[in-house]
């Protein structure tokens, strides 16, 4: 295959490409930021809430890790508005089902985090006295942020790369761009390769940053 | 007997209802005593102190610090005692396993508790903090994180840590266990400094030598009752209880401390 | 209040756009849309005076997006009955024939009989685009081939250029497209008795009255009889030519 | 809320087809899973050889699969494999290509964490007892990373189940493909998504109950 | 020189080319000796001790075994020395932390060497690992995984497990120092009766009771050199260097074992 005629074809489409890009990476910024949240409030509720309350997010939990996110897409697309009876825009829709998965994921390494924590660093708060108000801002929280991120941030590529099933539904992001003007063009190689590429390279770069950060800081603190 | 300065009537403690660690404890102390708690692994030592501290439920009985009722067994609440809050904040603890909190540095781990829970200024409490590291001779350490200390380093922090909220007794749960053998003595040294200055001590250790030398009084616990409580020379040269001397003989490998 | 007043207040008129070379088609290139019946939506988004927003998808997804209200109509949705249980059409645009496309080297496909039968034999894979028109007739036709359902038209054409299915079933202006682009690659066979034809016209939402419907069907009837669509029809096949060449 | 009236009629009616597409779920996720579980381990063994080409070569396929969306490695695998050697597979192998490859990917990384964490001390006792390189592999090292490493390979092997739902966007007739066939025929996306949501769900559920229960077993006896 | 029973010759040991650990180490021991080798932490102790199982490359120096060398530093190889396999399999090594291979049952553990690596018979390996259990008491716990037994009876199952191949020379490796004191005596006391039945040791630990009561030689450590080399009588109470004299002060909080 002729390297600089596959560059010009791809040259071609770049617009098209960075629409997509554009799109994967919107959607995964708003499924992240949702699905943090959610996924902090989880953890916590889990640990310390209510018994029904427990049961409503364990349950929760258990979907959307036991369930394709495909077929969760497609819920949230074709179902949801129906059995609602309201409008629910395309975005919103991606944006929904992404942050409840996200959510349901990265609430399990929140768990695993705070449990991390030992009953010892609590008993420390008590003996110094430290209320609630103090020890879960300054002592708690802190280190299972700390601890969670590594977990987090693998959380974050899963993400990354479970967006690209929005395409299956038609969401215009990279993998859906890829794919058509693969299909549109009938030449599927060079462009279904820089496609993975550019996944490779985003994914494979955060996954560094992971490993450094487990090596260098949270080593260098003894977490 | 509720003029005693720490007096623990009653204590029993069970966990899971049916293992019960400690039966029916009474126990009073002076000001400036330094109780040593001997015993053997799972009698109930560390549950001892972490009672006195208010750190578990307890089943029955009630703890009062210089006349004061600060804990007693509530059986309405199946999650907690009655506690009197600024009473057990008088109560400072040490652990075995450096229990500094490892995202802050020295001086965060010493000024957290003295500025978020006491409410005294950042300038004062780092003030005060950094005459007691000085005194240490830690000073160049306070902006290190816990991760970089010594083991023997980081067991004086927590002490430090303890004292800078000025706690009228300190209980030492096992403090030098997990200590290189030469870094034990820096500690030690550093408890025995406290007890010159007249500190009311309760000390769980396993070291029977520094027993001896810090205790004013010896505690010999074993399924969960106080056995025999006696003053260190007697404790040691002449056990009154069979059980007391058998494991005296057990961990020391020679009949008698001299 | 009808449908469309509703529209006007939102400002933009959803259009489902799966792409279905000359009706529904987009330059990847500039991002641009284009198309017979995207003209249509365009055009009635002037009479409307709102803006025109294309929401892609995918052809598999265009009726259950109406039921669930995520755009105000699908543009070239071939009329069946069955769909018209769930959801309202517009009046005719067009017609629409389906022929069969198939690959002129390949072994399996020579001399292909014009009542299909060689085509439904064990063992033969026919490409549809899933959830057409043509996916159902198909399905009902061919009992012995393999169905091979696939999310859009450049899709389909794509599978029977690599050989992932033997027949692609579409379309007949999409196939002749495809054919002429392939011209040395592609046959093209013609059923006999035809197995459908069909109007093709806008689905709408199940919800829209009998007013609605005729405002976008009074519309469409000077479109049509002034001979419009025809013309947009043959335009966006010369641009689909180009493009392919 | 409520405007909707369920008619789960639609299932009862295209049971057969639905069956059919579970029939094919469940095979492809057997297959996978075994190709997993000894490739994985091969693949790990070529990550800890001592020949540099071998290990780079491993380590690239595994990065490469870890840090690329599935789906984009299944539409690769489709539409670029005819396009290179000029034939096209029956899709049914092209689909176990694919998800093998993936699975393979994950268990390799999962083995060699089991293996690093056997401390090293039992390396050294392997020496004090005279045992040679081969028969320390052999009978200290492998089983021990393989029953540390359980935990793990369930959990990848359930992902495995939801993963081959991706099969369906390249038309494999699996429980996916079936659901969405019928969504489009019969117009009752919400009965059917709905159910085939919850066969997934009921296949993972007592899936996972197992890792959490060989996870206890195995963490108690190897305490 | 060669004569003796292990013989250790200049041997040079560093970690990194430039962290010199063991310096020029020279030693002799005769069979029946027990050695032990005390010394701060960090000295070099467990280093000598691998480096003699042969499970460090050392960069000069070589060991012999009743007069055959079996280890020797190998300047051309950067990975591994010589090594002599069949000699140095006469050497057992029991490690700090119980080393038992947790997927094996106590049996499975005994047996593995004997049957992988010696090509004994299953039964007759069996049943001469059910005789050493018989005599330790833990016959019972043949068919017990480690994770079910306690850190004594882990220890006791190692020791039993290096015994079993009928080594020449016995290393330990503080193996009391992470169990609970109680525990610490049976292990101990098994020790003992190796002593009794003569078997060569080299012993490294922080228990100087337990050293003086087995050592017939005790060795001093410290910076990668062999400072005092005495008979525990000599070293305990009356050591010839200052250093000595410090480091046991320190270790033992007083002035000298009686
Ligand atoms: N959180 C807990 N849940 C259940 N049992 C516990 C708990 N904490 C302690 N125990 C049990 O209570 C008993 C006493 O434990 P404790 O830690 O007080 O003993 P100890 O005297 O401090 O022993 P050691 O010398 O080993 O530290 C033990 O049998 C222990 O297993
Ligand atoms: N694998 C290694 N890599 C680098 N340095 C090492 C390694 N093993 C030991 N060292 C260093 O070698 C020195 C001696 O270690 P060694 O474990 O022999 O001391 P030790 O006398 O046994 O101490 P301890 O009483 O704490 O067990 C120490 O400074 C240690 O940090
Ligand atoms: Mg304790
Ligand atoms: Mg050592």
């Known amino acids: 295959m002729d390297i600089t005629a596959a560059l010009g074809f791809l040259w071609d489409y770049r617009l098209a490409l960075s629409v997509g890009l554009g799109n994967t990476l919107h959607f995964t910024a708003l499924g992240l930021v949702f699905g943090l949240t959610i996924g902090f409030v989880v953890s916590v509720v889990r640990q310390a809430g209510h018994p029904v309350l427990k049961v409503i997010v364990t349950t929760y939990v258990e979907i959307f890790r036991g369930t394709p996110v495909l077929i969760q897409l497609f819920w949230f697309f074709f179902c949801l508005p129906a059995i609602l009876g309201v409008e629910l825009g395309n975005v919103f829709s991606t944006v929904l089902t992404l942050s409840l998965y996200m959510g349901a994921i990265s609430s399990e390494s929140f768990r695993a985090a705070l449990k991390a924590i030992g009953a010892e660093q609590r008993d420390a708060c008590v003996a110094l006295g430290l209320p609630a108000r103090v020890s879960v801002p300054y002592v708690i929280l802190p280190q299972t942020v700390l601890r969670a991120v590594p977990t987090l941030l693998s959380n974050c590529v899963t993400l990354f790369k479970e967006s690209a099933l929005v395409s299956a539904v038609g969401m215009a992001d990279l993998m859906y761009q890829g794919q058509m003007i693969a299909d549109a063009t009938a030449r599927p190689i060079e462009i279904l390769t820089a496609t993975a590429l550019i996944y490779f390279v985003i994914a494979f770069s955060v996954t560094r940053i992971v490993s450094f950060y487990e090596r260098g800081y949270l080593a260098r603190m003894r977490l | 007997m509720s003029s005693s300065f720490l007096n623990v009537q009653g204590l029993r403690k069970s966990f899971g209802g049916h293992l019960v660690v400690l039966d029916d404890i009474n126990f009073q102390m002076e000001a400036g005593e330094r109780v040593v708690v001997i015993g053997p692994s799972g009698s109930g030592k560390s549950t001892l102190l972490r009672c006195v501290m208010g750190l578990e439920k307890i089943d029955h009985g009630r703890i009062e610090l210089e006349g004061v009722r600060y804990i007693e067994a509530d059986p309405k609440s199946t999650k907690d005692n009655f506690v009197n809050i600024p009473v057990r904040n008088k109560v400072g603890m040490v652990f075995q396993h450096y229990t500094l909190f490892p995202h802050l540095t020295v001086l965060g781990n010493l000024i957290l508790a003295p500025m978020r829970a006491r409410g005294e200024s950042r300038s004062s409490s780092t003030e005060r903090a950094m005459q007691l590291l000085t005194r240490l001779g830690l000073e160049s350490k306070a902006g290190a994180f816990p991760g970089m200390l010594s083991g023997g380093q980081k067991q004086r922090v927590a002490i430090a840590r303890a004292l800078l909220l000025d706690p009228k007794i300190m209980l030492f749960d096992e403090v030098t266990s997990a200590l290189d053998p030469e870094l034990v003595t820096e500690v030690e040294g550093l408890m025995l400094e406290l007890a010159e200055q007249k500190m009311s001590m309760m000390i769980v250790t396993h070291d029977m030598w520094f027993a001896k030398r810090i205790a004013t009084r010896v505690i010999f616990s074993a399924d969960g009752r106080i056995i025999e409580d006696a003053p260190p020379s007697k404790m040691f040269t002449n056990p009154a209880e069979p059980r007391t001397a058998d494991f005296l003989k057990k961990v020391l490998h020679v009949e008698t401390i001299s | ?245 | 809320m409520g405007r909707y009236t369920w008619d789960f009629s639609v299932i009862a009616a295209n049971w057969d087809p639905l069956m059919a597409g579970l029939a094919v779920t469940l095979q492809l996720t057997a297959i996978c899973a075994v190709i997993g579980l000894v490739g994985g381990f091969l693949v790990c063994q070529m990550v800890m050889s001592r020949i540099a080409p071998l290990r780079w070569v491993a380590i690239g396929f595994i990065e490469v699969f870890r840090c690329t969306p599935a789906l984009v490695q299944i539409i690769w695998i489709f539409y670029c494999v005819p396009f290179f050697f000029g034939v096209f597979y029956d899709p049914f192998y092209m689909a176990i290509l694919a998800l093998g490859m993936n699975i393979t990917a994950f268990n390799a990384e999962a083995y060699r964490a089991a293996i690093q964490a056997i401390p090293s001390s039992h390396y050294d006792a392997c020496t004090a007892l005279g045992l040679s390189p081969l028969k320390k592999t052999l009978f200290v090292i492998l089983p021990q990373a393989v029953l540390m490493a359980i935990p793990v390979l369930l959990t990848n092997t359930i992902g495995l189940l939801q993963q081959t739902s991706l099969v369906a966007i390249v038309a494999i007739a699996d429980l996916m493909y079936e659901g969405k066939t019928l969504a489009t025929q019969t117009y009752r996306p919400i009965e059917i998504y709905t159910t085939v949501a919850f066969i997934y769900f009921a296949l993972s559920v007592p899936l996972s109950q197992v890792v959490g229960l060989c996870e206890r077993r195995l963490r108690s006896r190897l305490a």
């Open chain 3, 1 to 245: 209040d009808g449908y469309w007043s509703e529209v006007q207040k939102r400002g933009t008129l959803r259009c489902a756009s799966a792409i279905s070379p000359p009706y529904v088609m987009k330059d990847l290139k500039t991002g641009e849309y284009g198309g017979a019946y995207l003209d249509l939506c365009k055009q009635f988004a002037e009479v409307l005076k709102v803006k025109v927003e294309f929401v892609d998808t995918t052809w598999d997804n265009i009726v259950a997006g109406l039921q669930a209200g995520k755009w105000d109509m699908s543009p070239a949705l071939n009329r069946t009955p069955a769909r018209a249980l769930v959801i309202n059409y517009s009046g005719i645009a067009g017609y629409d024939e389906m022929n069969f496309a198939y690959l002129l080297a390949s072994e399996k496909t020579k001399n292909p009989a014009t009542d299909l039968s060689s085509f439904d034999v064990a063992g033969m894979r026919i490409g549809v685009m899933s959830g057409s028109a043509q996916d159902h007739k198909v399905t009902e036709r061919f009992k012995k081939a393999q169905i091979v359902r696939l999310p859009d038209a450049n899709g389909l054409n794509l599978a029977l250029l690599s050989g992932r299915v033997d027949v692609a079933g579409a379309d007949s202006t999409t196939n002749l497209l495809l054919q002429t682009a392939n011209s040395e690659k592609v046959g093209l066979l013609e059923a006999h008795p035809a197995l459908m034809k069909q109007g093709i016209s806008f689905g709408l939402p199940p919800q829209l009255t009998y007013h609605d419907i005729q405002v976008l069907n009074i519309f469409l009837e000077e479109k049509v009889s002034l001979g419009s669509v025809d013309a947009s029809l043959k335009h966006w096949s010369e641009v689909y030519l180009a493009g392919a060449k």
